[in-house]
């Protein structure tokens, strides 16, 4: 279910569309904060608020790449492999995620502290190689910047 | 040339109202709601304003058709979504300058009697979220949106709408379907968005940096803006440069700025003084470059004539240690992630495409790859429903036009050859 | 007039249609698949591209317009190339499983990789692998086959409106599945089925049971469920109905189909069957022959009618059966037994509804076309779930939602609310006030249209004020406001009444304040009819007090018609009703019954009653398919042909009469010819070679019908009024009896749940229908299960003063509070064994909803 802060939240974000049908996707996205994914309860519970039948729903969701279709980690590393950021050596940031974290891509470190999901563009590519843990924004980076900033993702 | 889209930016607090209004922002709108729609439409001709977007669509026109619509309300909708691989060009207006854009779109709102603006905003852009929710706040504290812009009795209200990564939803019909709660998937055309848009309703979607022109454009006059740049299609333009130059970043130029000066002069130059060896001149899609073709006129009428586009100026150079045939490999799986599915070309062929550069590039090449793949290519493109599929067919094909050396040496020595 | 040229010919059309239709007019094919008639365009396959002139890139044949002069090319190298690379990609994740798919020989795919090539692929990686799925019990799913076309989600969520299908995913990863990922959990309409073009979605009833080119025979026919009256195509091999499908371009369900019309086929084959006669000897029933049991019917009948006179028996019709059953069947009753004692289950609510409306605004008119409620601009529901009750009249008020119509419902209306219904949900036994509170509404706003005088004079009294009408739903009175305007500012709009409400206390008068709305409103009344021929029986004249076309036997000048035609008297008093027939029975004045084609046993309430009162009826004759309950009391069964097996007319809630076609054969005879048999033997001269002849003599004798034959019927002629008469236009006194009002004394009442899946005696011998839901149910809200402690699959014992059932618990988010709905359709487990009945006093229907219940968890 969604907590009374979510669902005041949604409520207000209604008010922004001309109709319900336009609020899926931010209900979507307060679904996926309230469940942690978009489980199927979660898809049942914004279905029953916004009035769209749940199968469009999780057609919906499921086409759109931020939207999480399985339980994440705590904290969700989000690493671009996109032509600039290939060109100047994500593929080996990834090899590093795996080997010191053992983070697979799309997959869960075994503690449950990060998951990693390889994004396509975030558009940081003059400061390549770049990735958003969670919501913040990391350019430049290396192997060591990389161990830097996830010290600080419990 | 000074700064006008990027004015600004170096300052800390340039995302504050307070600060751009101390910057002369601000100060177009309520000029512009001196004026009649008509004749802000009449100055964007004169100025000969383009979408910036990539399609380089003449702005005045689009509003023309909308603003002849008789449906109510109309709806501005800002495409912030930004996704063309190797694009950064909107993300400093909307983390730096959101104001600029706000105003922008308020004089663009007026113009087309559009009662209702959305920002939509990339997913993959979470603190530009809250800039501009912020900056928005502050803009209708201060009464440049909402019922009585400006005290001039026009109405404007504008959010922020997220997108939750889809590259499709920059064509404009995706991103329409994606602001109405639905999957990002383009629209038959006709009816354009024009007529029915967003809620059925007349909509114009124009891209961030297109909107950040508004008030400078406004302020000097059509006539004074059209003397930047090109005589084509003038006016200022960021163009961002990544890769394996000196100063990759975002540079704010005359339209039909050089793309050797590009590299050479604004950027310094080959990282490392290693030989250049491709440059894709506009973002992924478009067509790649050869070193001895790079001497041409950055905007949207020149570029087609040496055999590429200026898409959204997104430069992405790559010096001799870079494997094409691994770049077209990585694009060709960004275009198979980003396919919608909804026409068979794309949805099928952008995996086929991919499978195939799959095993070249890791060394299961088999002889006759390459015409497999041109035949797929030529097969996609001009069939699919939207640009996408063309772009991913004309990726492959403009590879193999320009490096097909490299792709027979991958089959033949089953191996790379770059490193 | 629009000119275009399309492979060098010139077209001349009168509106802009798209290339496709265009070139279609002309007979140029161009290849399609994702394209289908029923659905919205969608332009994906790209199979139907074609050149343009002027025009840079190939476009979709689908989605273009014409315009005036426009040059088309479709038979080019290059749109051959097209076509032939198109379907290389659709192959490339389609699986070459041709000989084992029952699509085979009818898959569309197939059929264009035939004609227009890529045969030799050059795919060379793995295919897309998905199991088969047999998750569901009518569908059977293999979606590797899947090409994408979304037909079927288009289907499902823009047109049959039950959203259970998605696409999920995006790309290359695109895959269509209902949101469980396994089992649809849906309307089981099986339209998805219909408009697969390869063999993804199929049927799972006739799985590796045939090839599409063995169903060697078609038969357009009828449903024999509901009273939509939908057409159907029953495909047949070696006699047996392999499948049912809908056809396109039929006046009713064009091209749909629900649940019940396209899998409740297979009671036709079921091994319960009757198959010979059976007369009780020594108090069990034995098989016998025709000729024994017809002339003891006509013996015991004969005997009866001497010794107690015509009146001591009674018949009951057969909404279920033909008119031309119906018709021979009330005229046995009249003139070979001399009685008026003729009714049916249309008793318990249409025919006392349909009387109440004619009354107020003439005969014929709730005759409304179904389809005309898509382009309704407001519709409003009261008294049950039409989506339910009647499927494909449900998807005509999905429709108008879809076209930006308005949908009001009293009450919560499960099967609408994806539709953004504005709802008045009146609490319990407090309906009357909320529909007063509108009647008073709407009156004050638009005032009187002064043309009907009587019901006005019936109607300015009615002062309830929006604050009461609201508390009565428990909404604020602008939401009550929001309601009452929709309603006023409607243009074209319709009410749909169902049984719910004439079935509840004070029935009439809210049929009354139903009317006054409809009045105020200048709208049109659709009432909800649950049997196939419902209409048409009363249209027969299967009413004790009506004779064929809806003629008052009251009236000399009518009986004497009939009298002439059939050449024999008819009794002037009016006949006892269903309700009165059990009464009779029960005090032993009614000694004998003749039952055909219903089981009242199980159809009325207080059913247990009805089967003590019919065990003391000295002879009883059940004509019947199936040993239903009331066939096990009888002392005579007589085994009728089904409606697949023979030949007549069906009458739908429309009023059009539509042909029923025999489709498969069986040894037997219809029930009009067992009872002409019977007549026979009776001494009466009932001779009739065939159901056309009965119909000829019907539209002979009846003014409804005159001059009507299956020729013209077949030709569209059959909409009502036909050529005929109808009877009234003018206004007589309205009667109107409010009752007491009822205060909700008890923590729960009985309510009926009337499912989708179910209609009572047929779809119990469906096999397909009772997988899809197989027993009986005790729904609850989910806050009353909340407070007795129990979940779905709990069993609790719900108890009336008259009988307690144990049922499993389902949870339903739609039930309203206070409530628990049973269904009467599982044996021994009918709701209508807990239900006892008052008759209301004007429609005459029973009035079921004042039964207190105790609900007990049981434990286990």
């Known amino acids: 279910m969604f907590s009374e802060t979510a669902k005041k939240e949604l409520e207000e974000i209604r008010l922004k569309y001309p109709n319900a049908r336009a609020a899926l996707l931010p209900a979507l996205y307060l679904a996926q904060r309230e469940f942690g994914w978009l489980s199927p309860e979660a898809y049942e519970a914004v279905s029953g608020i916004l009035g769209v039948p749940k199968a469009i729903a999780r057609g919906v969701g499921t086409f759109y790449a931020m939207y999480k279709h399985k339980p994440m980690g705590r904290n969700i590393v989000q690493l671009c492999t996109n032509v600039s950021c290939m060109i100047l050596g994500a593929e080996r940031l990834v090899d590093f995620l795996k080997n010191k974290y053992g983070l697979e891509p799309g997959g869960t470190s075994p503690d449950g502290r990060f998951s990693l999901v390889i994004m396509e563009c975030i558009g940081a590519c003059g400061t390549a190689p770049a990735m958003l843990v969670n919501d913040d924004f990391f350019e430049n980076l290396t192997e060591k910047y990389i161990e830097e900033i996830l010290e600080k993702y419990k | 040339m000074e700064k006008i889209l990027l004015k600004n930016i170096d300052n800390p607090n340039s995302a504050d109202i307070a600060e751009y209004m101390k910057a002369g922002g601000y100060q177009s709108l309520p000029k512009a709601l001196g004026m009649q729609p008509k004749e802000i ?44 691989p190797g694009t950064f060009k909107d993300r400093p207006i909307l983390e730096k300058n959101p104001h600029l854009l706000i105003e922008g779109m308020a004089i663009s709102g007026f113009a087309l009697s559009a009662e209702y603006g959305y920002i939509y905003l990339r997913g993959e852009y979470p603190a530009a979220k809250d800039i501009l929710n912020k900056a928005i706040a502050q803009a209708y504290e201060k009464g ?19 997108g939750a ?15 109405e709660g639905d999957k990002g998937q383009p629209r038959i055309k006709p009816p354009f968005p024009v007529n029915v848009g967003a809620f059925a309703k007349p909509t114009v979607v124009n891209n961030v940096e297109t909107l950040s022109n508004l ?33 990759p970043g975002v540079y704010e130029l005359p339209m039909g700025t050089n793309l050797r000066d590009i590299i050479y002069t604004h950027c310094g130059g080959i990282k490392g003084g290693k030989k250049l060896k491709a440059v894709i001149p506009g973002g992924i899609s478009t067509p790649i470059l050869p070193p001895d073709k790079i001497d041409c006129a950055m905007d949207f009428v020149n570029m087609p004539k040496h055999g590429s586009m200026l898409g959204s100026g997104a430069v992405i150079v790559m010096d001799e240690s870079v494997c094409l045939v691994k770049v077209c490999y990585r694009a060709l799986k960004f275009f198979e992630h980003e396919s919608c599915g909804k026409c068979t070309p794309c949805r099928e062929g952008t995996g086929w495409l991919r499978k195939v550069l799959g095993r070249i590039e890791n060394g299961q090449g088999m002889e006759g790859d390459i015409d497999l793949l041109q035949s797929i290519a030529g097969n996609m493109l001009g069939k699919t429903f939207c640009p996408l599929g063309d772009g991913a067919a004309s990726v492959v094909q403009n590879f193999i036009k320009h490096f097909r050396p490299e792709f027979e040496a991958h089959i033949k020595n089953k191996a790379c050859s770059t490193g | 007039m629009i000119k275009v040229t399309i492979n060098g010919k010139e077209i001349e059309l009168e509106k802009a249609v798209t290339v ?15 394209w289908h008639q029923q659905l919205e365009k969608y332009g994906g396959c790209r199979l139907c591209l074609v050149e343009v002139e002027k025009m840079p890139r190939l476009q979709t044949a689908c989605t273009l317009m014409v315009t005036d002069g426009m040059v088309v090319r479709t038979e080019t190298e290059a749109i051959a190339n097209v076509r032939r690379s198109v379907l290389e990609f659709l192959l490339i994740n389609h699986p070459l499983d041709c000989p084992y798919c029952d699509k085979a020989g009818e898959c569309e795919l197939q059929d264009l990789v035939e004609k227009y090539g890529a045969r030799a692929g050059r795919f060379t990686e793995e295919k897309r692998k998905v199991p088969e799925s047999l998750e569901d019990p009518v569908l059977v799913r293999n979606m590797e086959r899947c090409v994408v076309c979304t037909r ?35 309307e089981y309409c099986g339209n998805c089925v219909s408009v697969c073009p390869v063999g993804a979605i199929m049927s799972r009833l006739h799985r590796h049971s045939y090839r599409p080119w063995q169903l060697v025979s078609e038969t357009e026919t009828i449903c024999p469920y509901c009273g939509v009256g939908c057409t159907l195509v029953a495909q047949v091999r070696d006699d047996v109905i392999k499948r049912v499908v809908p056809r396109i371009g039929t006046p009713v369900n064009n091209g749909l189909l629900c649940s019940r019309g396209r899998f409740g086929y297979e009671f036709v084959g079921s091994k319960e069957r009757l198959t010979s006669p ?89 005759a409304n076309l179904i389809p005309g409620l898509a382009n309704s601009d407001v519709v409003l529901v009261a008294g049950g779930d039409p989506t339910a009750v009647n499927p494909i009249l449900g998807l005509q008020i999905r429709a108008c939602a879809r076209r930006a119509g308005s949908i009001l419902t009293i009450g919560h209306v499960k099967g609408l609310r994806h539709y953004s219904p504005v709802e008045l949900r009146p609490a319990l036994f407090r309906e009357t006030l909320a529909l007063e509170g509108i009647v008073s509404a709407l009156r004050n706003k638009k005032g009187l249209p002064g043309s009907n005088q009587i019901l006005e004079a019936k109607l300015k009294d009615i002062n309830t004020t929006p604050q009461e009408a609201a508390g009565a739903c428990g909404v604020a009175e602008k939401d009550f406001a929001v309601f009452v305007d929709r309603l006023s500012g409607a243009a074209t709009p319709a009410i749909v009444i169902g049984k719910e409400i004439v079935q509840s206390s004070g029935g009439n008068y809210k049929l009354f304040l139903l009317a006054a709305i409809n009045y105020l409103v200048n709208g049109r009344i659709y009432l909800l009819s649950e049997r196939a021929n419902e209409q048409g029986l009363l249209d027969m004249g299967c009413a004790p007090d009506l004779l064929p076309g809806y003629r008052p036997l009251a009236y000399a000048e009518f009986r004497k018609r009939y009298e002439t035609a059939w050449k024999t008297a008819i009794p002037e008093r009016p006949g ?22 219903e089981n009242p046993v199980y159809n009325l309430p207080n059913s247990r009653d009805v089967e003590a009162a019919l065990q003391k009826v000295d002879f009883l004759v059940v004509q019947d398919i199936f040993l239903t309950e009331t066939a096990k009391l009888a002392d005579v069964v007589l085994p009728a042909l089904s409606w697949s097996e023979k030949s007549g007319t069906f009458t739908n809630m429309e009023r059009r009469i539509q042909r029923v076609r025999k489709a498969v054969s069986r040894e037997g005879m219809e029930d009009w010819r067992i009872i002409a048999e019977v007549a026979r033997n009776m001494a009466s001269k009932f001779h009739y070679t065939g159901a056309e002849e009965v119909f000829a003599e019907i539209s002979k004798v009846s003014p409804l019908y005159r001059d009507l034959a299956y020729e013209e019927i077949e030709k569209g002629q059959s909409i009502y009024p036909y050529k005929g008469e109808p009877l009234r236009s003018t206004v007589e006194e309205i009667s109107v009896d409010k009752g007491a009002g009822v205060v909700a004394a008890s923590r729960f009442y009985l309510r009926l749940e009337r499912p989708l899946f179910h209609s009572g005696t047929l779809s119990r011998k469906a096999a397909a229908l009772v997988n899809i839901y197989s027993g009986a149910l005790a729904r609850l809200s989910t806050a009353d299960a909340a407070s007795l402690g129990v979940k779905d699959g709990d069993v609790v014992r719900v108890s009336t003063k008259i009988g307690s059932l144990e049922l499993p618990v389902a949870v339903d988010g739609a039930v309203e509070q206070s409530v628990v709905m049973l269904t009467n359709n599982f044996e021994g487990k009918g709701a209508f064994c807990l239900a006892e009945y008052a008759v209301d006093p004007v429609t005459g229907a029973p009035v079921i909803d004042c039964n207190a219940v105790m609900i007990e968890k049981v434990e286990r």
């Open chain 3, 576 to 597: 006892l009703s269903i309700f009165g027939m059990i009464d009779a029975a029960k005090q032993g004045s009614l000694k004998a019954m003749y039952v055909m084609g």
């Open chain 2, 215 to 247: 008030p400078y454009l406004i302020g000097i006059g059509g006539e004074a803006y059209a003397k930047i740049g090109s005589p084509d299609c003038p006016g200022p333009k960021i163009y961002c440069v990544s890769g394996h130059v000196e100063k």
């Open chain 3, 20 to 34: 496709l239709e265009a070139a279609k007019s002309a007979g140029i094919k161009i290849p399609t698949l994702c």
């Open chain 3, 152 to 186: 079927c989600v288009r289907m499902c969520e823009g047109v049959q409106g039950a959203a259970a299908l998605g696409v999920i995913s995006r790309g290359g990863h695109s895959h269509i599945e209902p949101f469980s990922g396994g089992k649809f959990e849906c």
């Open chain 3, 278 to 366: 059976l007369i009780r000897k020594n108090g069990v029933l034995e098989e016998s022959t025709w000729e024994e049991a017809i002339s003891l019917v006509a013996k015991k009948l004969g005997e009866i009618k001497a010794k107690h006179g015509s009146d001591s028996i009674a018949g009951i019709a057969s909404p279920r059966c033909t008119n031309e059953d119906n018709y021979v069947f009330q005229k046995f009753m009249r003139v070979t037994i001399g009685t008026n004692n003729i009714d049916s289950t249309a008793r318990t609510g249409y025919a006392g509804a349909q009387a109440f409306i004619e009354n107020i605004f003439g005969q014929g008119s709730t």
């Open chain 2, 165 to 179: 990564g889809a590259y499709i939803c920059g064509e404009e019909t995706a991103l329409i379907e994606s602001l």
């Open chain 2, 41 to 84: 439409i009449e100055e964007v001709k004169k100025a000969g304003l383009r979408g910036r977007g990539g399609a380089g669509f003449p702005v005045a026109m689009k509003w023309t058709f909308a603003s002849a619509d008789p449906k109510f309300p109309k709806y501005l909708l800002c495409n912030a979504d930004e996704g063309e």
């Open chain 2, 144 to 162: 440049f949106l909402g019922d009585n812009v400006a005290g001039k009795g026009f109405k404007f209200h504008l959010a922020v709408h997220q």
